[in-house]
T-cell receptor, first 115, second 113 residues
Framework: DAGVIQSPRHEVTEMGQEVTLRCKPI?????LFWYRQTMMRGLELLIY????????DSGMPEDRFSAKMPNASFSTLKIQPSEPRDSAVYFC?????????????FGAGTRLSVL | AQSVSQHNHHVILSEAASLELGCNYS??????LFWYVQYPGQHLQLLLK??????LVKGIKGFEAEFIKSKFSFNLRKPSVQWSDTAEYFC???????????FGSGTQVVVTP
């Protein structure tokens, strides 16, 4: 299996622009998680899905952030409008199903720079 | 609220030295514990995990961790580090049935030749 695939790997944009980050989970995995990593705040869970349904979006920082999972093999995280403080590495992870003992498998991340 | 604390933010040591990274969590119920590693420029990978049973668990690359319930701790150890162990190490806990991970702030480990 190719693992969790994220695109793009790097994104540089200007403040105010819309940014869309993409994630393809491991085939057969039913849970998907979006994280943000910054020097100041470490790894933060933004939102997670189970069977394509958002379960908890309490970590989404503001209304400028939205996430969707239209099907089992694709998810997007959108920031509109983007701001410099959104600069971070965004990770997507998937796990086999809803289960506290499941290992999460992480993608390579998208490094976002908002100028 | 549950929290995960990693006491050392930055550790520098020489090859062949022993490594121990502290992790404490605050949650009184059943927990599942993980250590993840992030090598420079790479994604997070699982080092080891504890769910139940023997509190001393062994992971990949010679790492091990000990769960001490009375201390709410899950410290990571390696007897003899290598330069390739340079990475950031994250302790994580799940306390809900959805597998939601709460991460510690991470410890940056630098191993000098």
């Amino acid at each position: 299996d190719a693992g969790v695939i994220q695109s793009p790997r790097h994104e540089v944009t200007e403040m105010g622009q819309e940014v869309t980050l993409r994630c393809k989970p491991i085939s057969g995995h039913n849970s998907l998680f979006w994280y943000r990593q910054t020097m100041m705040r470490g790894l933060e869970l933004l939102i997670y899905f189970n069977n394509n349904v958002p379960i908890d979006d309490s970590g989404m920082p503001e209304d400028r952030f939205s996430a969707k999972m239209p099907n089992a093999s694709f998810s997007t995280l959108k920031i509109q409008p983007s701001e410099p403080r959104d600069s971070a590495v965004y990770f997507c992870a998937s796990s086999p199903n809803r289960e506290a003992k499941n290992i999460q498998y992480f993608g390579a991340g998208t490094r976002l720079s908002v100028l | 609220a549950q929290s995960v604390s990693q006491h050392n933010h930055h550790v520098i040591l020489s090859e062949a030295a022993s490594l121990e990274l502290g992790c404490n969590y605050s949650y009184g119920g059943t927990v599942n514990l993980f250590w993840y590693v992030q090598y420079p420029g790479q994604h997070l990978q699982l080092l080891l995990k504890y769910f139940s049973g023997d509190p001393l668990v062994k992971g990949i690359k010679g790492f091990e961790a000990e769960f001490i319930k009375s201390k709410f701790s899950f410290n990571l150890r390696k007897p003899s580090v290598q330069w390739s162990d340079t990475a950031e190490y994250f302790c994580a806990v799940t306390t809900d049935s959805w597998g939601k991970l709460q991460f510690g702030s991470g410890t940056q480990v630098v191993v000098t030749p």
